[in-house]
């Protein structure tokens, strides 16, 4: 059983208006902008209270798969560190060395790039340029956030999804091993690419999911400010 609670003439973004359903209170959207009465059988409306609750935790989810990948991943980078660094080693001090050594750096570094992409996007640490966007409102800096992910961010995702995976499958169908001597199947890097995307598309889905909740009065502001860690030593002196 779903009502409506809205002030005289109140306007919609403003909060005043609330769907109240199940006990729980949602910013109301009318098409025309503005609170209908509830009697009125003539006024169209939608109320997003519900939905936006399904989208919202949809959002979480990607965010906590994109945080678990994104923490994993970062010891690849170690990993590849330690690789170069004993391989070089045994170059130098030994004479010997192996083309598989070399092109597990390279994979490793590819499955950092192509998967921490999204951890990134979740914590806003993509570097950006604002000497325009900066000296905006925040909402005005959301709505173009929101632009972006829809003009720029999920068609390049889709398109790239759409090549990488007829790419990356075939690779798969022939089980592709590389061309060096000793090298490493390639297939397995190649597979990296889609999936890298798709989890990509995924973040760009959710960061569209929590622009529009802030809209509506859903979602703090805070959650877009850069997750940056605080130095070590500012946390000592607190």
Aim: net charge positive; with cysteine; charged share 20%.
């Amino acid at each position: 059983m779903r009502r409506i609670e809205c002030p005289p003439n109140a306007r919609r973004w403003t909060g005043e208006c609330l769907s109240v359903s199940r006990g729980k209170r949602y910013p109301f959207f009318s098409l025309n902008g503005l609170c209908p009465d509830e009697k009125s059988a003539g006024t169209r409306r939608f109320v997003f209270g519900d939905n936006m609750s399904v989208l919202l935790t949809l959002a979480r989810i990607i965010d906590r798969i994109n945080e678990a990948i994104g923490r994993f991943i970062s010891w690849a980078l170690l990993l590849a560190v330690l690789i170069c660094s004993g391989n070089a080693i045994m170059r130098y001090a030994f004479d010997t060395s192996s083309n598989a050594w070399l092109e597990i750096q390279w994979y490793l570094f590819s499955a950092v790039f192509l998967l921490a992409a999204p951890y990134t996007l979740r914590r806003n640490e993509h570097v950006r340029i604002d000497v325009i966007a900066g000296k905006f409102s925040r909402r005005t800096q959301i709505g173009i956030d929101i632009f972006g992910i829809l003009a720029f961010l999920m068609p390049m995702a889709l398109i790239m999804l759409n090549f990488a995976l007829p790419y990356a499958w075939l690779s798969f169908q022939n089980q592709e091993m590389s061309s060096n001597a000793g090298g490493l199947i390639v297939w397995p890097a190649k597979m990296l690419i889609p999936f890298g995307f798709a989890l990509l598309a995924l973040q760009g889905v959710s960061e569209l999911i929590k622009r529009i909740g802030y809209f509506r009065g859903r979602v703090p502001e805070s959650e877009f400010e850069k997750h940056v860690a605080e130095p070590v030593a500012e946390r000592a002196g607190e």
